[in-house]
């Protein structure tokens, strides 16, 4: 047994207790919770979170999740939206603050795109299978599609804030918001955590990017997917600070009938789906709703369209279009418009979601440098021990060395294997013994 001078023990006692505090308030460096949402996924990270965070901080998460969905999901009957769209009545239907403020935002996107952007769209949706119905792959007639066009346009829903309220001209009028409840979830769970202290963070819902802060000094980065790629290409990283982005493409959800693909991007100007070589839109914005919102209505109206409207609002976006060559050509406009070349030359496979935080320490390069502290101080007290013993010309009791230099007082070696040899020990040395003197006669 390794036994150490008794001065030494109470120095490694109290050096081993402070690496390990020093640990455990060092910690994580990053905070991360994930869940399930309106229909999709989230992701939450909190980089270097305050000490006063509160233990249930992933709970006010999902509270504020809930509540979100209790006002704007049309898969809740109770919710806000479907009660107010299962109601015939013309007049003002009463709603919480911030359903009335996410149906402004999109009449604002809906009068600023032409109509591009239309929340009254169920009823297409519907007759194109792409809604929560049974799909059956194969178009709707030019009937159904005109029976449909009949039930849409937001020039007949109004908002008003104080009190919040929404009404519709048309009895037969829904609202949809899954174009744009998913950036405004960012935006509130963003919220729920910056009042709790919080101020590194990052919020994925869906795709659907929003963050504060950074990481020990360097931005948030995130990956907008390259189009038509199986798997998690990147076709473009891009460092985020203070900013959303959303992205939006007609990759993902489609049917394909008689040669023909169709795309669940529809344009509610003419009823069908998309048929422009715009394959994905990405928008950069303070806030996740308008982020969310224009990435859908820019990918409508196709890249020539969406670039010229891009450029007259002021907006951050990265267009990336299908080339007949089976490439991609990239466009971009304001901070995103320097990043089209890249987009258009490589891809970059990494892996998790198509938007992710990508870089940051980990926890272990996190840990290294007090790790590293703690094995030197280990190794300069052994060194320190072993200076002592021979300078001394002292055997340390207990080692092996101690053992093998230590006799009985009969003057035999004690035994190498163990400190304290037991009846079997005992009974072995006799036998030696025994068998030295019959040698000797």
């Given amino acids: 047994m390794f036994r150490l001078p008794m001065p030494i023990v109470p120095l490694l006692v109290v050096l081993t207790v402070l690496c390990r505090a020093a640990i455990a308030q060092n910690g994580s460096p990053m905070l991360e919770t994930r869940g399930q949402t309106m229909g999709t996924t989230y992701t939450v990270k909190i980089f270097d979170p305050?000490?006063?965070?509160?233990?249930?901080?992933?709970?006010?998460?999902?509270?504020?999740?809930?509540?979100?969905?209790?006002?704007?999901?049309?898969?809740?009957?109770?919710?806000?939206?479907?009660?107010?769209?299962?109601?015939?009545?013309?007049?003002?239907?009463?709603?919480?603050?911030?359903?009335?403020m996410v149906v402004a935002k999109s009449l604002e996107i809906f009068e600023l795109s032409g109509g591009a952007f239309e929340v009254t769209i169920a009823p297409l949706v519907n007759a194109w299978s792409f809604g929560p119905g049974k799909r059956n792959h194969s178009p709707p007639d030019d009937e159904a599609i005109a029976a449909s066009l009949e039930k849409v346009g937001s020039s007949g829903i109004s908002v008003q804030n104080d009190p919040p309220a929404l009404r519709k001209s048309n009895p037969k009028l829904t609202i949809d918001l899954s174009a744009i409840a998913k950036g405004h979830g960012v935006d509130r769970v963003i919220g729920v955590?910056?009042?709790?202290?919080?101020?590194?963070?990052?919020?994925?819902?869906?795709?659907?990017?929003?963050?504060?802060?950074?990481?020990?000094?360097?931005?948030?980065?995130?990956?907008?997917?390259?189009?038509?790629?199986?798997?998690?290409?990147?076709?473009?990283?891009?460092?985020?600070?203070?900013?959303?982005?959303?992205?939006?493409?007609?990759?993902?959800?489609?049917?394909?009938?008689?040669?023909?693909?169709?795309?669940?991007?529809?344009?509610?100007?003419?009823?069908?789906?998309?048929?422009?070589?715009?394959?994905?839109?990405?928008?950069?914005?303070?806030?996740?709703?308008?982020?969310?919102?224009?990435?859908?209505?820019?990918?409508?109206?196709?890249?020539?369209?969406?670039?010229?409207?891009?450029?007259?609002?002021?907006?951050?976006?990265?267009?990336?279009?299908?080339?007949?060559?089976g490439g991609y050509k990239a466009a971009g406009t304001g901070v995103l418009a320097e990043l089209a070349d890249p987009a258009s030359e490589s891809t970059t496979q990494v892996a998790g979601n198509t938007t992710k935080d990508n870089g940051g320490p980990t926890i272990l390069q996190a840990w290294l440098p007090l790790l590293a502290f703690c094995f030197v101080a280990f190794a300069g007290v052994l060194t320190a021990m072993a200076v002592g013993v021979m300078a001394g010309r002292r055997s340390i009791s207990g080692s092996c060395g101690g053992l093998a230099n230590k006799r009985e007082p009969d003057g035999s070696i004690a035994c190498a294997l163990c400190s304290n040899p037991d009846n079997a020990c005992k009974e072995l040395k006799a036998k030696m013994q025994s068998k030295v003197a019959d040698e000797s006669s």
């Fill in 50 to 100: 305050p000490k006063e965070l509160a233990s249930d901080w992933r709970e006010q998460i999902d509270a504020e999740l809930r509540r979100v969905n209790d006002q704007m999901s049309t898969y809740l009957e109770s919710s806000e939206l479907s009660r107010f769209n299962r109601s015939e009545s013309t007049d003002w239907f009463e709603v919480s603050a911030e359903t009335a």
């Fill in 193 to 325: 955590i910056n009042r709790l202290g919080a101020k590194n963070v990052f919020v994925e819902i869906g795709g659907e990017v929003r963050v504060t802060g950074d990481k020990a000094g360097k931005r948030w980065t995130v990956g907008i997917q390259m189009p038509d790629v199986a798997g998690d290409f990147v076709a473009v990283a891009y460092p985020i600070a203070e900013k959303s982005i959303a992205t939006s493409g007609d990759y993902r959800n489609f049917f394909e009938h008689e040669g023909v693909k169709y795309s669940h991007t529809i344009d509610p100007r003419t009823g069908r789906p998309v048929q422009h070589d715009l394959a994905s839109v990405s928008v950069v914005a303070d806030d996740c709703m308008t982020a969310d919102g224009w990435a859908t209505a820019l990918n409508v109206l196709g890249t020539e369209k969406g670039l010229a409207l891009a450029s007259k609002l002021g907006l951050d976006t990265l267009l990336i279009s299908r080339v007949a060559d």
